[in-house]
């Protein structure tokens, strides 16, 4: 008879095995999805090329020598020269973003990039170009090939076509400002919704900031524009809108591929990267 109950028990436990083992595990939501980089509370991979691709072009480099984030949780991006040749980085979100508020902090002095370099924080999609032209609005810091020029920052709506002689210069703006705001740590939001993309940056580490150094917004009474891109050609866009896949990318980059002026090697640092959904 116990022989009999050993059995019984030993059925059940093997019903109860087989049971637990038809259960899938819970999916891990795309937020916590991991990736190469874990910095400021998102994780992110890195961008590899070995051969020239947008922006610039550039060759970007996907490990932990272009891209790294140090001991305060603080991310490095360099542009550098690398067995006679020049890479780039850039890092991109695995959680999907949409509309809402973007805050970063810049620890590095953005007076001393050369002339070619330039860095640059966006949203991406890469499905989105027909009907949003790659869901794409920009926070960019460049000379954009003058060594004189004093204005640092550029804000932008894409689609936007410098290389046409008239380009869409309403979707983009150089705002005045004194150059010495950014010889320090600078602060720069972003917030993206369906009527309307609004910018800030101030001075120091918090947002908001008691010094605003510059702003600019863009909405739903601008003309429709179209995005070319080889033979294609998007639907008309005021303001684009994320979608699904939408990610969010930092990257440090040289304009046409072209290699620094001064032949130097450059590293920027950025504090953090926050997020409010709308």
């Not at 590095?108 to 370099?117: A, G, I, M, Q, V």
């Not at 939001?189 to 908001?208: C, F, H, I, Q």
Request: with cysteine.
């Amino acid at each position: 008879m116990w022989k009999n109950k050993s059995c019984f028990l030993l059925l059940v436990g093997l019903i109860y095995l087989a049971g637990c083992k038809q259960s899938p595990p819970p999916e891990i939501p795309e937020e916590e999805q991991k990736g190469a980089i874990y910095f400021s509370g998102y994780y992110w991979n890195y961008k590899n090329a070995n051969t020239p691709v947008g922006p610039g072009p550039n060759r970007f480099l996907g490990t932990s020598e272009a891209a790294w984030v140090d001991g305060n949780g603080y991310l490095h991006l360099k542009i550098f020269k690398k067995d006679n040749f020049w890479y780039c980085s850039e890092i991109i979100s695995t959680k999907e973003f949409g509309y809402g508020t973007y805050i970063f902090t810049c620890l590095s002095d953005l007076r001393n990039f050369n002339e070619k370099n330039v860095f640059g924080f966006f949203t991406w999609n890469e499905y989105s170009f027909q009907t949003d032209g790659n869901s794409e609005i920009d926070v960019e810091f460049s000379r954009w090939n003058n060594p004189n020029d004093s204005l640092l920052v550029t804000y932008s709506v894409q689609p936007v076509i410098f290389s046409n002689p008239t380009p869409y210069q309403e979707r983009t703006h150089k705002p005045s400002m004194a150059t010495l705001a950014f010889s320090q740590a600078t602060t720069h939001m972003m917030r993206w919704t369906p009527d309307s993309v609004y910018w800030e940056s101030y001075k120091g580490e918090n947002y908001p900031g008691t010094t605003k150094i510059s702003t600019w917004s863009f909405d739903n009474s601008n003309i429709p524009r179209t995005k070319i891109l080889g033979s294609s050609v998007s639907d008309p866009i005021v303001i684009p809108a994320p979608k699904d896949s939408t990610n969010v990318r930092f990257n440090y980059w040289l304009l046409n591929g072209q290699a620094p002026s001064n032949a130097q090697n450059y590293e920027i640092i950025i504090k953090s990267f926050s997020y409010t959904p709308l």
